[in-house]
Nanobody, 115 residues
Framework: QEQLVESGGGLVQAGGSLRLSCAAS????????MGWYRQAPGKQRELVAR???????SYADSVEGRFTISGDNAKNTVYLQMNSLLPEDTAVYFC?????????WGQGTQVTVSS
């Protein structure tokens, strides 16, 4: 079964940057659209960035221009570069296919942005 492992989260001041990584155990990235999702306390999980199997990208309005999703099929890894972070970006970040597959949800990585 495919496993997705997120890493790279941490505590950062507003205006700072972080780079998240999502490593897959297989070659899912070559055949599936992948996305970064986030869930803030008390809120529903939301899709913030998506990359297709051929590299086209799309973003939620709230992160457009600040976040960049990219993929490396050779390394079976998807990245999320997050710049100009805001306190409202604080959340647990997950990667999964788009649409998501329940069995692929991992533990996520915590991102905390202080004001």
């Amino acid at each position: 079964q495919e496993q997705l492992v997120e890493s790279g989260g941490g505590l950062v001041q507003a205006g700072g940057s972080l780079r998240l990584s999502c490593a897959a155990s297989g070659t899912i990235f070559a055949i599936s659209a992948m996305g970064w999702y986030r869930q803030a306390p008390g809120k529903q999980r939301e899709l913030v960035a998506r990359i297709s199997s051929v590299g086209s990208t799309s973003y939620a309005d709230s992160v457009e221009g600040r976040f960049t999703i990219s993929g490396d099929n050779a390394k079976n890894t998807v990245y999320l570069q997050m710049n100009s972070l805001l306190p409202e970006d604080t959340a647990v970040y997950f990667c999964n296919t788009v649409p998501s597959i329940r069995e692929y949800w991992g533990q996520g990585t915590q991102v905390t942005v202080s004001s």
